[in-house]
């Protein structure tokens, strides 16, 4: 018999954990030397822990740099690089590829099919083609709809173990006393906050075998909550995709996005009420060509503000969640329309501004500039967020994270938050799809 072949995977503390654990983990073909991070700060330089690795990793496998890609692969002699992470545009993806290659290594993608996990429970999926498409409304959307029609509703969220990986196997969230108790980051809470608020129970971690083992104890339906446009964790009785015509031909342009849109049985084109009609009209003929067979529903995602006459012809600031200016690489969000539609006298730019970990994040993401981007991955991250709020000149504060900001941080400003839901333009579309997955 030959030497394992030697494995290096390409991740960002999520997808890549999860491949690991589902295909690599008992393999005696492979040895898995390291991991490497993008896209999070604060994974780099860390390990993968021998208690999660088990028992071929007695010392843990290290987390790397990704900047550290070629001599990785040459000093550790990989066979093959593993990519697995999510929303790159399709050419960053061959650029990784390439470098892989001519350092010496193969580069695998693998399938959604080969990573998978079987549910004992209807799963519904919930997906993206970009980070801040829109699935976040429309899981919160679908959760409603489920327990309105009586069945006990368990969202399970793509992985975002920031922290003590050890303690983050399997964390359940049933109440926000969950949410301090398992030091939830501002990007968790972004994500968890909102299903709590509509009642329902999340589950998030690294093991997602162990975790639906748990959810299937409780749940009469799993619904699947992406993260960034990964492809789903567990095989879906109904996967719904969601799309957005604010980036037309990002639906083709981005990986996994597009896969997921090949995958779909729904497509759900958000935020018609904010693009223009042939950009909506677009991304439409876009998928139909990529996906004849999926259902196509449009939505809008119309956005309130609680209280507008606090922003009403003052200048104010607009914090939106960090992911969306980041990862997704917009330059606004839903805060911006909100600012506006409640009369904003002017948005200011907070960028001058910026405290420490945050001027790094605009250096990193230029296109963000203008709007504060809720960063939050640490204790000091928050602190910085507070203080860039604190050093802009503004007379408000338009939040639209999904969370309540002030639970985990207090500044002067007057706070206003800006909320959005997903609406059918047709009502009940989403409900026959979920009928017709399930046998209801």
Known sequence: MGSPRRVVILGAAG???????TVFRDSPDDQVVAFTAAQI??????????????????????????????????????????????????????????????????????SAAHTMLASTVPVVAV?????????????????????????????????????DLERQVCQRFADYEDLDRHECTIEEREEYEPHLDSGAVVYAGIDYAQILAAAEEEADVILWDGGNNDLPFYRPDLHIVVADPLRPGDERRYHPGEANVRMADVVVVNKCDSARPADVAAVEESVRALNPEAVLIRANSPVTVDDPELVRGRDVIVVEDGPTLTHGSMSWGAG??????????????????????????YREYPNAAGILPAMGYGARQVADLAATIEATPCDAVVSATPIDLTRVLSVSKPLVRARYDLREQEPGSLERAVKAALGL
């Open 15 to 21: 997808r890549d954990f999860h491949n690991f654990n």
């Open 41 to 110: 700060p604060n994974i780099a330089g860390r390990a993968y822990p021998a208690s999660l690795a088990g028992p071929q990793y007695p010392q843990g496998i290290p987390i790397v740099p990704e900047s550290e890609l070629t001599s990785l692969v040459e000093r550790e002699q990989v066979d093959v690089a593993v990519f697995a992470y999510s929303d790159l545009p399709h050419e960053r993806v061959m650029h990784l590829a390439s470098q892989c290659l001519a350092a010496g290594a193969d580069f695998l993608l693998q």
């Open 127 to 163: 997906t993206a083609v970009r980070t801040g498409a829109g699935k976040s409304q429309t899981t919160r959307y679908l959760s409603r709809m489920l327990r309105d029609l009586g069945k006990r509703v368990v969202a399970v969220r793509h992985p975002m173990p920031y922290g």
């Open 336 to 361: 911006v329309v909100g600012a506006r539609a409640a009369g904003a006298a002017s948005i200011v730019d907070p960028s001058p501004y910026a405290v420490g970990s945050l001027a790094t994040t």
